[in-house]
């Protein structure tokens, strides 16, 4: 029963692992195992970006870890920021819907709280999905 209940994360997660790496927004944070014990999406500070959360990524070696990189930060510093909360939720939301597993947690600290929030109002709200967990 448990390879059962496994085997379609195991697929899940290769959907998720393949679209995050076509994906500006999301940045793997750790070696992606293929069987998470959750899928951690972590959203950046103020003037934060994708991979502040790397200290405490290295606690979750069983978690698939994706850091939110935003316009003007970290490998997307080039890109003109965007000012628009409701436009970052939005993308940042599709991303997440195409490639849901419904082991994700999402997790966000000051302003990356709020678009966690955010985008957990909006998953559910447009998209019928509901995070396991908002760490805020």
Not at 1 to 8: M, S
Not at 110 to 133: D, I, N
Request: aromatic share 10%.
């Amino acid at each position: 029963i448990w390879n059962y209940i496994r085997a379609p994360i195991s697929q899940k997660g290769m959907v998720i692992f393949m679209k995050v790496l076509n994906s500006k927004w999301l940045n793997p944070l750790n070696k992606m195992p293929l069987d998470p014990l959750a899928n951690i999406i972590f959203f950046p500070y103020a003037g934060g970006h994708s991979y502040c959360y790397s200290p405490m990524v290295k606690s979750l070696p069983m978690h698939r870890c994706l850091g939110v990189e935003l316009a003007g930060k970290g490998m997307r510093l080039d890109e003109e920021p965007d000012t628009d909360i409701r436009s970052i939720v939005e993308n940042i939301s599709s991303i997440l819907v195409n490639s849901w597993c419904e082991n994700t947690i999402l997790f966000g600290h000051s302003m990356g709280a709020l678009l966690a929030f955010e985008c957990a109002r909006t998953l559910e709200a447009k998209y019928h999905k509901t995070p396991q967990a908002l760490i805020v």
